[in-house]
Nanobody
Framework: QFKFVESGGGLVQPGESLKLSCTASGFTLGHYGIIWFRQAPGEEDEGVSCISSVDGHTYYADSAKGRFTISRDNAKNTAYLQMNSLKPEDTGVYYC?????????????????WGQGTQVTVSS
């Protein structure tokens, strides 16, 4: 069974940082492009960032450029999203997804997520 476990979310104030992790089980993460999506109430899911499996190519949504950094550790079957200078509009549930096609721009949202997500709330 393909599964992700996302973690690292929390309640922070604007300007603070968080580092999200997603650990894969049931498959080899290194064979897939990995995408972080944000799901916020009343909004379409946004592909915040993506990292390819082959050459480490990355994609960032305009909302994330300059503030977020995606990375992966294939030996640990884990991907990360370092989020700095957080803003209230970054609030949402963050999910990982895997795409055998690699890192498409913009990343299409999957029909279903394989994990429970991690809640990020940015509020003063």
């Amino acid at each position: 069974q393909f599964k992700f476990v996302e973690s690292g979310g929390g309640l922070v104030q604007p300007g603070e940082s968080l580092k999200l992790s997603c650990t894969a089980s049931g498959f080899t993460l290194g064979h897939y492009g990995i995408i972080w999506f944000r799901q916020a109430p009343g909004e379409e899911d946004e592909g915040v960032s993506c990292i390819s499996s082959v050459d480490g190519h990355t994609y960032y949504a305009d909302s994330a450029k300059g503030r977020f950094t995606i990375s992966r550790d294939n030996a640990k079957n884990t991907a990360y999203l370092q989020m700095n200078s957080l803003k209230p509009e970054d609030t949402g549930v963050y999910y990982c997804a895997a795409d055998a096609r690699g890192c498409l721009a913009p990343p299409p949202a999957p029909a279903n997520y394989w994990g429970q997500g991690t809640q990020v709330t940015v509020s003063s």
